[in-house]
């Protein structure tokens, strides 16, 4: 990723917004391997409904990081 010319308008937000990108990344690998090794129904259900809260935590995550870029 390239240096930008010009500060973020919230550095602290911004940060933040990464790091939660990331750490979600991390997250949805683990319910993945889980999900893995998982036979019965309901709980790969609980893992999948996991992993899409989390994807829809980065989607909003990753917009805000352009509103503030």
Same mark, same amino acid.
């Given at each position: &990723?390239?240096?930008? /010319? /010009?500060?973020? +308008?919230?550095?602290? #937000?911004?940060?933040?917004?990464?790091? @939660?990108?990331? %750490? +979600? #990344?991390?997250?949805?690998? !683990?319910? &993945?391997?889980? /999900?893995? !090794? @998982?036979?019965?129904?309901?709980?790969?259900?609980?893992? &999948?409904?996991?992993? %899409?809260?989390?994807? +829809?935590? &980065?989607?909003?995550?990753?917009?805000?990081?352009?509103?503030?870029?």
């Amino acid at each position: &990723m390239s240096e930008r /010319l /010009l500060p973020s +308008d919230d550095p602290v #937000a911004e940060e933040v917004l990464e790091w @939660t990108i990331e %750490k +979600d #990344a991390r997250d949805i690998a !683990q319910i &993945m391997h889980w /999900l893995e !090794q @998982t036979n019965g129904r309901r709980d790969r259900m609980v893992l &999948m409904s996991r992993a %899409k809260d989390l994807i +829809d935590e &980065m989607l909003h995550a990753i917009r805000r990081l352009d509103e503030l870029r």
